[in-house]
């Protein structure tokens, strides 16, 4: 009876156990990477970026591919004279220009607009959220570079008809040497984007870095500027993409790619834990 008089509001409550307790759900690693997709194609500069880097490809590829064609019918060349990839890759010139600015535009858009704040305060572990928006890029760049590797390639093999030589495999080395190439560029432009934070600013030094300097270092007669010159990223992408053989293979070149991108990541991730937002 006395049990019953005690106000509903003053008897002890049990504790839920851990085991009872909701599991949370939509943070960490996986959160973060989540959020950063959805920043990433919510931007209108996202999808023009890609639609006109694709279709500029595409014509660009078509023109060379059917200007070598009636080069070699007029010069008489034999069927099988010409190798695709060496048409299929001429517009990666024009396109990794886009992918320079996809990443740099994933990384300096929040800057400019303020977000970063709330990124920061939504992810405050620095490393997690410079992680998942690498994973992003990194995700996009790659399936941006397949997709130009086959296009390229393909259009080249229908307009070189019957003076294309190569087959699927020489078709899928060209792919992946592309891939990697553009994904390590744009993952060393996004790094530079968190040192700069500055979209003008970071396109331009990133510029200057993958363009400027391998053309300044080549131009000047000295032996250890050229031998810089040559482990740059525009260099090593070129011996990756042309399967050279001096100064140095393929291996070496993926490797020179990788350390770029991760030295940018790493050095924005520091300046970032030491001047936030």
Same mark, same amino acid.
Request: proline share 5%.
């Given at each position: 009876?006395t049990?019953?008089?005690?106000?509903?509001?003053?008897?002890?409550?049990?504790?839920? !156990?851990?085991?009872?307790l909701p599991?949370?759900? #939509?943070?960490?690693?996986?959160?973060a990477?989540s959020?950063e997709?959805?920043?990433?194609?919510t931007?209108? !500069?996202?999808?023009?970026t890609?639609?006109?880097?694709?279709?500029?490809?595409?014509?660009?590829?078509?023109?060379?591919?059917?200007?070598?064609?009636?080069?070699?019918?007029?010069?008489?060349? @034999?069927?099988?004279?010409?190798?695709?990839?060496s048409?299929?890759?001429?517009?990666? @010139?024009?396109?990794?220009?886009?992918?320079?600015?996809?990443?740099i535009?994933a990384?300096?858009s929040?800057? @400019?607009?303020?977000?970063?704040?709330s990124?920061?305060?939504?992810?405050?572990?620095?490393?997690?959220?410079?992680a998942?928006?690498?994973?992003?890029?990194?995700?996009v760049?790659?399936?941006?570079g397949?997709?130009?590797?086959?296009?390229?390639?393909?259009?080249a093999?229908?307009?070189?008809?019957?003076?294309?030589?190569?087959?699927?495999?020489?078709?899928?080395?060209?792919?992946?040497?592309?891939?990697?190439?553009?994904? !390590?560029? #744009?993952?060393? !432009?996004?790094?530079?984007?968190?040192?700069?934070?500055?979209?003008?600013?970071?396109?331009?030094?990133?510029?200057?870095?993958?363009?400027?300097l391998?053309?300044?270092?080549?131009?000047?007669?000295?032996?250890?500027?050229?031998?810089?010159?040559?482990?740059?990223?525009?260099?090593?992408?070129?011996?990756?993409?042309?399967?050279a053989?001096?100064?140095? #293979?393929?291996?070496?070149?993926?490797?020179?790619?990788?350390?770029?991108?991760?030295?940018?990541?790493?050095?924005?991730?520091?300046?970032?834990?030491?001047?936030?937002?």
């Amino acid at each position: 009876m006395t049990d019953n008089l005690v106000p509903l509001a003053g008897r002890a409550r049990p504790r839920a !156990s851990n085991a009872e307790l909701p599991t949370p759900r #939509g943070g960490g690693f996986p959160g973060a990477v989540s959020s950063e997709w959805s920043k990433f194609w919510t931007l209108r !500069s996202t999808w023009w970026t890609l639609i006109a880097s694709t279709l500029l490809l595409a014509a660009f590829t078509a023109v060379i591919a059917l200007a070598t064609r009636l080069q070699v019918q007029a010069e008489n060349g @034999q069927p099988g004279s010409v190798p695709v990839g060496s048409v299929g890759v001429s517009g990666l @010139q024009l396109v990794q220009f886009a992918i320079i600015a996809l990443a740099i535009i994933a990384v300096c858009s929040e800057y @400019q607009t303020g977000s970063i704040r709330s990124t920061l305060q939504w992810v405050p572990k620095r490393v997690r959220m410079i992680a998942a928006k690498t994973t992003v890029v990194t995700v996009v760049c790659a399936a941006t570079g397949i997709v130009f590797g086959l296009l390229g390639d393909g259009i080249a093999w229908i307009a070189l008809g019957p003076y294309r030589s190569g087959g699927v495999d020489d078709v899928v080395r060209d792919v992946l040497a592309v891939t990697v190439y553009l994904t !390590s560029l #744009g993952v060393f !432009s996004m790094g530079l984007g968190f040192m700069i934070r500055s979209t003008a600013g970071t396109f331009a030094i990133a510029l200057l870095a993958v363009f400027g300097l391998p053309a300044a270092f080549q131009a000047v007669d000295s032996a250890i500027l050229n031998t810089m010159g040559q482990y740059l990223p525009l260099s090593a992408g070129g011996y990756l993409i042309d399967r050279a053989v001096e100064p140095y #293979g393929p291996g070496t070149a993926v490797a020179v790619l990788v350390a770029w991108a991760v030295v940018a990541v790493v050095a924005g991730g520091v300046l970032l834990k030491r001047r936030d937002a």
